[in-house]
């Protein structure tokens, strides 16, 4: 079985980068559609670029299926899920290439993957945040 291809550790973020990505996930989890808007805007053209690079920390870490003996793991079931979670975003003709898109997204693989429990959404993506934040500082205090 091939090695997973996703072993590039990546670049730190800015610690207000990710603040300005979860801000823009929470305000759509909300339907607070000004409030994207206001985070687009301020962040424009970078949106984009911080939700992918948000989605990857989210997603890559959660989904990474030891592969050394070449059998299925005890993650492997990860990869189930995962590909429910694609079939339902296919399903509901979400545009992954967009904002909304990535951001809805990151907000569907915490919910089915993360929680299971639209309540605990927006309670896990305040962590995932925190733990940006915290990686973002640590990162830029090891390189200044």
Do not use: W
């Amino acid at each position: 079985m091939p090695e997973n291809t996703v072993t590039v550790p990546f670049g730190p973020m800015e610690a207000d980068e990710v603040a300005n990505a979860f801000a823009y996930i929470q305000a759509l989890l909300a339907d607070d559609i000004d409030a994207a808007a206001a985070v687009a805007d301020h962040t424009n053209p970078k949106l984009h670029q911080l939700l992918l690079n948000v989605a990857a920390r989210v997603i890559i870490p959660t989904t990474a299926v030891d592969d050394h003996y070449e059998e299925p793991c005890a993650h492997s079931y990860l990869a189930a899920a995962l590909g429910r979670l694609l079939l339902e975003l296919l399903c509901h003709g979400v545009c992954l290439g967009g904002a909304p898109g990535i951001a809805d997204t990151i907000t569907r693989f915490t919910e089915n993957i993360l929680t299971e429990d639209r309540r605990g959404v927006a309670a896990v993506l305040r962590q995932l945040e925190a733990a940006g934040i915290k990686q973002a500082m640590e990162a830029h205090r090891t390189t200044a």
